[in-house]
């Protein structure tokens, strides 16, 4: 086949196409704008609720699917192959006596056993003679593309025009259209402010009402119960203008209201009268300051002593699902740590799973006194005030110290002497260091450190030796006979950021020389010894006298001679 048979079929094919998309789009829209107009119009006499909306915005929705379908997709998965294409051709134009269709199934086919060449090229020259001067918008008229183009435009410019005219009913028909709860439009419009409502039992419910348009001075709401209808004055609010109010005291079941004012009435909204959360269970535990090696301690209701820098750890149980704050500013279940200046109101976690459980770890500051307990549900209804939990916060105490040895506060010792120490600490929550300081004369003090306490060990009582050689010890000067050393110890516990202090009594050290110092040992012997002596002596004397009364004793119960 030539390809100027080709080029013509390709033509003819991409025409076929245009037409089928532009026609069926042309008609569905035309279907949808007319169904939007008679669903708006119908809406607007008839005052649709939702379902009803709902079900002509889907039948608009499938008349226009059903025409694109027809008229769009299934021309388009249809299209034509070139010896389709070419009997359409030979259907218009009958003059070509099948040429046209001959030159094709020759092409495709192929020279057949018998078949002359020159038979097949002379057709396939005749078709191309043949189709050279035929009108191809003929084959495929544009006659229903351009009654459905007609259609559209008038559908399309209609609905323009009534959308520009009734502008804004027009535009609040399209948002219910699409089916947004907004009311039809009237003279006096009027919306409520308090909308749906959630509000626990017993408390009182301020409905809103904001008119605007045609101004009306009779506002209602018209409430309905499950068992019963009610109408509620509303006046106009402390502010003035266009704002009213209207006030349901102690609410006790739920209801649904509509608001009226003029020819204008609001959405239908609901109010749920809930009961208040409460709090079923609650578990205090201590936390220790992070000085303190201790693990997490579990406390009562009725006793809650802690000592200063704890954190508070408060799991809770309540009564229904409640939540906590999540950062959008709506309020949420709360820890309140009461002081004496303020109260403090921490947020409450709550467990993703099981909304009812809720927890908090609270630092506590040094002057709290006590916490208390503010449930917030998912509503939005929070809990009554509940009871403050007393708290006593005490302080950590001073650690104490007792130097056992040296027992005098002066002594004397020899240059490169050692100084023994027996000590004894006691803490409430154990003694973090022990340093002793020492000074030679006038001179700043220098330290040293004598104990230090293992890390994560909890030890309240510590007793123990320690050896002080002056030989290591960093004196400004070398020691001297005569020379005066002071020193002292001072211990702290863990607490941060500042520690409790103690300090000892202030020993004193005289050094001599090595003969001096023997004969102090010498004569402190002796008079060691001499103490010995008397000892004894005084140890005899007494069993003599001890002797000397039982012999008394003993003659002054035997008789005397001659008698029985």
């Known amino acids: 086949m030539s390809d100027t048979v080709t080029l013509r079929l390709q033509t003819l094919r991409r025409r076929y196409v245009t037409l089928a998309?532009?026609?069926?789009?042309?008609?569905?829209?035309?279907?949808?704008l007319l169904g939007l107009l008679l669903v708006c119009g119908l809406d607007y006499l008839l005052d649709f609720p939702l379902p009803l909306r709902a079900i002509g915005l889907l039948a608009c929705l499938v008349s226009a699917g059903v025409t694109l379908?027809?008229?769009?997709?299934?021309?388009?998965?249809?299209?034509?192959?070139?010896?389709?294409?070419?009997?359409?051709?030979?259907?218009?134009?009958?003059?070509?006596?099948?040429?046209?269709?001959?030159?094709?199934?020759?092409q495709a086919a192929g020279v057949a056993a018998g078949t002359s060449p020159t038979l097949v090229r002379a057709v396939i020259q005749q078709a191309q003679s043949a189709i050279g001067d035929l009108d191809w918008v003929k084959v495929l008229p544009s006659r229903a593309l351009r009654r459905a183009s007609f259609w559209g435009a008038v559908v399309?410019?209609?609905?323009?025009?009534?959308?520009?005219?009734?502008?804004?009913?027009?535009?609040?028909?399209?948002?219910?259209?699409?089916?947004?709860?907004?009311?039809?439009?009237?003279?006096?419009?009027?919306?409520?402010?308090?909308?749906?409502?959630?509000v626990a039992v017993g408390d009182s419910l301020n409905l809103e009402a904001l008119v605007t348009g045609w101004y009306a001075s009779a506002v209602r709401a018209e409430l309905k119960?499950?068992?019963?209808?009610?109408?509620?004055?509303?006046?106009?609010?402390?502010?003035?203008?266009?704002?009213?109010?209207?006030?349901?005291?102690?609410?006790q079941e739920?209801?649904?209201?509509?608001?009226?004012?003029?020819?204008?009435?609001?959405?239908?909204?609901?109010?749920?009268?809930?009961?208040?959360?409460?709090?079923?269970?609650?578990?205090?535990?201590?936390?220790?300051?992070?000085?303190?090696?201790?693990?997490?301690?579990?406390?009562?209701?009725?006793?809650?002593?802690?000592?200063?820098?704890?954190?508070?750890?408060?799991?809770?149980?309540?009564?229904?699902?409640c939540r906590g704050q999540d950062g959008s500013g709506a309020a949420g279940s709360v820890v309140i740590v009461h002081t004496p200046?303020?109260?403090?109101?921490?947020?409450?976690?709550?467990?993703?799973?099981?909304?009812?459980?809720?927890?908090?770890?609270?630092?506590?500051?040094?002057?709290?006194?006590g916490v208390s307990i503010r449930l917030v549900d998912g509503n939005g209804i929070a809990s009554l005030d509940s009871v403050m939990y007393r708290i006593q916060m005490v302080p950590d105490a001073t650690p104490k110290i007792r130097v056992l040895w040296p027992t005098a506060r002066e002594q004397t010792i020899v240059a490169a002497g050692t100084v023994p120490m027996r000590l004894q600490t006691e803490d409430d929550y154990g003694v973090r260091q022990i340093r002793l300081y020492y000074r030679l004369g006038e001179n700043e003090p220098q330290s040293v450190p004598v104990y230090t306490r293992a890390p994560n060990v909890?030890?309240?009582?510590?007793?123990?030796?320690?050896?002080?050689?002056?030989?290591?010890?960093?004196?400004?000067?070398?020691?001297?006979?005569?020379?005066?050393?002071?020193?002292?110890?001072?211990?702290?516990?863990?607490?941060?950021?500042?520690?409790?202090?103690?300090?000892?009594?202030?020993?004193?050290?005289?050094?001599?020389?090595?003969?001096?110092?023997?004969a102090e040992l010498i004569s402190r012997l002796g008079s060691s010894l001499n103490q010995v002596h008397d000892m004894a002596t005084d140890q005899e004397k007494a069993s003599q006298d001890l002797g000397k009364i039982i012999t008394d004793k003993n003659a002054a119960t035997q008789p005397a001679p001659g008698r029985p």
């Not at 026609?23 to 829209?29: R, T």
């Not at 099981?354 to 709290?368: G, I, K, M, S």
């Open 21 to 32: 998309f532009l026609h069926g789009g042309a008609l569905a829209q035309t279907a949808l």
């Open 69 to 106: 379908w027809r008229h769009m997709v299934r021309p388009l998965l249809r299209v034509p192959d070139q010896e389709g294409l070419a009997l359409t051709v030979e259907h218009t134009y009958p003059e070509l006596s099948s040429r046209l269709i001959s030159a094709v199934q020759f």
């Open 156 to 198: 399309l410019l209609g609905c323009g025009l009534i959308t520009l005219t009734t502008w804004p009913t027009s535009s609040i028909l399209l948002q219910r259209f699409c089916l947004r709860s907004i009311n039809l439009p009237t003279r006096t419009q009027i919306t409520s402010v308090t909308g749906n409502a959630y």
């Open 225 to 251: 119960y499950p068992d019963r209808r009610q109408t509620l004055p509303m006046t106009v609010s402390a502010g003035g203008g266009r704002r009213f109010v209207g006030v349901i005291d102690n609410a």
């Open 254 to 321: 739920s209801f649904s209201y509509v608001l009226y004012a003029g020819d204008g009435y609001s959405l239908t909204h609901q109010v749920q009268v809930m009961t208040r959360p409460a709090l079923v269970q609650v578990e205090f535990a201590q936390r220790y300051p992070a000085y303190i090696p201790l693990p997490s301690r579990v406390l009562t209701a009725n006793d809650l002593t802690m000592v200063q820098g704890s954190s508070l750890q408060l799991k809770l149980t309540a009564s229904r699902a």
């Open 341 to 369: 200046e303020r109260k403090l109101s921490l947020p409450m976690q709550v467990d993703a799973q099981q909304p009812t459980r809720l927890e908090a770890l609270v630092a506590l500051p040094d002057n709290a006194i």
């Open 458 to 518: 909890f030890e309240p009582r510590w007793q123990g030796e320690y050896i002080w050689d002056l030989a290591q010890a960093n004196f400004p000067t070398a020691l001297a006979p005569d020379s005066r050393i002071e020193f002292w110890l001072e211990i702290a516990d863990g607490k941060t950021p500042q520690p409790n202090t103690q300090r000892s009594d202030t020993y004193s050290l005289v050094v001599v020389t090595t003969e001096v110092k023997h």
